[in-house]
């Protein structure tokens, strides 16, 4: 399984084409917001083309994570904490397994926030609390770890939310913090099957007061026949060697007039040998890879200053889609930042989930549960709003024709189950 998964990440940071049947981690089966199936589902409501719908007791940053018949959720519980695993046929819970209590909210999110990980035999979870265990398939519990206990308490302003990055058995976590500690920012990797640490490589930085915070999730870049980490936050992104977590080379300019509450939420994004990273809105830097040391200027592409804050962008090589918060379309183009269109609102709200990019179509998804279904390349054209009147922070899976969306009320299947 582990192979499977590796040589379908390695296809598609080469650019080529992969069928995508689960959805393995946050940001899907490719680390890209990007599905290839086919013939999804455009439009639909609270009662119509829903398969099924499974009531959730809280709302929920973490997307739902999906392998052929099991969905696995991190779920807030009042103050308590737990990993559910669901049947993904009829969707009813088969098990529940405690992460213990310290649920908190913080802003807008709770402890709940980072997305499982799994490669269809073991399943990881981390919460905001720190603990990090691992299940098998059965719910039996391999392994534990209580990250802050080992590292020391986490410092970040809002609570934390990065989900772990799974790659070839290993588990890599960061923890890019500032606003209230004076503890280092640091880099994990974690044996997937015995819970030991591999490395921890600290990760400084020379942002202040709340801008060393980081929500995001790393992500791995192709570079010739080597992968690397990227790890995104503390005014830079930075890409790291996978067998020690030593860092290759660092691209500044994120944060130029040097605020304070720099912090960064939307992740990395990686494709076709481009590092896109996005900050506070302003600038949006793409950094082409292959570079060493310092890389700010040198490997630098092109510069946007109407990026997201929260959402993490989402490109299929030739174009770069972008939502800010208030549903404020661009679309760029990928290798030149050459702006195809600009400023095209969507249903007005508030955006938090990450558009996904699968079939031809974008869908994005506002706090206020409304769906916007766009087609995707250069024209600007809406071709559905679909609305569940539901609080929603967590970005849609996708898998086997089904689209998966969680609310603060119910986890919806979206569409019929195509085998």
């Given at each position: 399984m582990?192979?499977?998964?590796t040589g379908a990440l390695a296809a598609c940071l080469l650019g080529s084409t992969v069928q995508a049947e689960n959805w393995p981690q946050w940001r899907g089966p490719l680390l890209s917001g990007i599905s290839n199936e086919k013939?999804?589902?455009?439009?639909?409501?609270?009662?119509?083309?829903?398969?099924?719908?499974?009531?959730?007791?809280?709302?929920?940053?973490?997307?739902?994570?999906v392998w052929d018949n099991h969905i696995f959720l991190n779920v807030a519980e009042g103050e308590n904490l737990y990993l559910w695993a669901v049947d993904r046929n009829k969707g009813t819970v088969l098990w529940k397994r405690s992460f213990g209590g310290g649920n908190v909210k913080m802003q807008k999110q709770?402890?709940?926030?980072?997305?499982?990980?799994?490669?269809?035999?073991?399943?990881?979870?981390?919460?905001?609390?720190?603990?990090l265990k691992a299940f098998d398939y059965s719910g039996k519990e391999l392994w534990s770890r209580n990250i802050q206990k080992d590292y020391g308490a986490?410092?970040?302003?809002?609570?934390?939310?990065?989900?772990?990055?799974?790659?070839?058995?290993?588990?890599?976590?960061?923890?890019?913090?500032?606003?209230?500690?004076?503890?280092?920012?640091?880099?994990?990797?974690?044996?997937?099957?015995?819970?030991?640490?591999?490395w921890r490589v600290e990760r400084p930085t020379t942002?202040?007061?709340?801008?060393?915070?980081?929500?995001?999730?790393?992500?791995?870049?192709?570079?010739?026949?080597?992968?690397?980490l990227v790890v995104l936050g503390?005014?830079?992104?930075?890409?790291?060697?996978?067998?020690?977590?030593?860092?290759?080379?660092?691209?500044?300019?994120?944060?130029?007039?040097?605020?304070?509450?720099?912090?960064?939420?939307?992740?990395?994004?990686?494709?076709?040998?481009?590092?896109?990273?996005?900050?506070?809105?302003?600038?949006?830097?793409?950094?082409?890879?292959?570079?060493?040391?310092?890389?700010?200027?040198?490997?630098?592409?092109?510069?946007?200053?109407?990026?997201?804050?929260?959402p993490t962008p989402v490109t299929d090589g030739k174009y770069f889609y972008s939502i800010n918060d208030r549903g404020i379309v661009y679309c760029l183009d990928a290798k030149t930042g050459k702006e195809i269109y600009g400023g095209k609102r969507i249903k007005p709200g508030t955006y938090s989930a990450s558009p996904v990019l699968a079939d031809g179509k974008i869908y994005i998804t506002s706090e206020e549960g409304i769906t916007t279904v766009l087609k995707a390349g250069p024209e600007f054209e809406i071709l559905a709003e679909n609305n569940m009147n539901e609080y929603t922070l967590s970005t849609i899976a996708i898998s086997d024709g089904q689209l998966f969306l969680r609310t603060d009320k119910y986890l919806y299947a979206i569409g019929q189950r195509r085998k």
């Open positions: 582990n192979r499977i998964f013939d999804l589902p455009v439009t639909w409501s609270q009662t119509e083309n829903i398969a099924w719908k499974l009531e959730m007791p809280a709302w929920s940053g973490a997307t739902p994570i709770n402890m709940s926030s980072p997305s499982p990980v799994t490669d269809g035999k073991t399943v990881w979870s981390i919460t905001g609390t720190g603990i986490f410092g970040l302003n809002h609570g934390y939310a990065s989900s772990p990055l799974l790659h070839d058995g290993y588990l890599y976590i960061q923890v890019l913090h500032g606003m209230k500690t004076d503890d280092p920012s640091y880099i994990l990797k974690i044996d997937g099957k015995s819970g030991k640490t591999i942002a202040e007061r709340e801008s060393p915070d980081s929500y995001a999730t790393p992500m791995l870049l192709k570079n010739g026949k080597d992968l690397e503390g005014d830079c992104i930075t890409g790291h060697d996978l067998a020690t977590g030593k860092e290759l080379w660092r691209g500044g300019g994120l944060n130029p007039d040097n605020n304070p509450f720099y912090r960064m939420v939307a992740s990395p994004v990686v494709w076709d040998g481009v590092v896109y990273a996005p900050t506070r809105v302003k600038p949006l830097t793409a950094f082409k890879a292959g570079g060493r040391g310092d890389i700010t200027t040198s490997h630098r592409l092109w510069q946007f200053n109407n990026g997201p804050d929260v």
